[in-house]
């Protein structure tokens, strides 16, 4: 199997639609957010306690096996050199970055070119 290019966009639905994707991921109702710990609201998903916080979510490991498996499907289909995927989470800033980042992770180790933009990672925290 060729190996395809996969696109990777965080996001969040608090600062406009999803991006266009053959695969998002919605993080919002199923994962704990970390902007709740008054510790990590002003820091990213590119701060080490951030992932460890996000990554030590039950659930979240396996969504990124079971992501991994869903692009190896699209990757398979006959005309397919190019997949994105969108990770959202509410603000764009915690879960969805830390997913997108290991997400790329991941498949650059089974031999994928990815690309990960993080949208909304700039903009300022969401106070809900």
Same mark, same amino acid.
């Given at each position: !199997?060729?190996?395809?290019? %996969?696109?990777?966009? /965080? ?10 994707? #053959? ?13 709740? #710990?008054?510790? !990590? ?5 590119? #701060?080490?306690? %951030?992932?460890?916080? %996000? $990554? ?7 969504? $990124?096996?079971?992501? +991994? =498996? ?8 006959? /005309?397919?050199?190019?997949? *994105?995927?969108? /990770? ?7 879960? /969805?970055? +830390? +997913?997108?980042?290991? $997400?790329? =992770? &991941?498949? &650059?180790? =089974?031999?994928?070119?990815?690309? *990960?933009?993080?949208? #909304?990672?700039?903009?300022?925290? %969401?106070?809900?």
């Amino acid at each position: !199997m060729a190996k395809t290019t %996969v696109e990777i966009v /965080s996001f969040g639905f608090l600062h406009g639609d999803a991006p266009q994707a #053959d695969i998002v991921l919605d993080l919002r109702r199923a994962f704990r957010d970390p902007h709740v #710990d008054p510790r !990590m609201r002003q820091l990213t998903g590119r #701060d080490r306690l %951030v992932r460890k916080a %996000v $990554l030590g979510t039950a659930g979240v490991r396996q969504l $990124l096996k079971a992501t +991994v =498996r869903q692009v190896a499907a699209y990757a398979s289909g006959p /005309s397919v050199d190019r997949i *994105v995927v969108g /990770s959202g989470c509410a603000g764009g800033r915690h879960r /969805s970055v +830390v +997913v997108a980042d290991q $997400l790329a =992770r &991941r498949l &650059r180790r =089974r031999g994928h070119t990815v690309t *990960v933009t993080h949208r #909304d990672l700039h903009l300022p925290v %969401v106070n809900r």
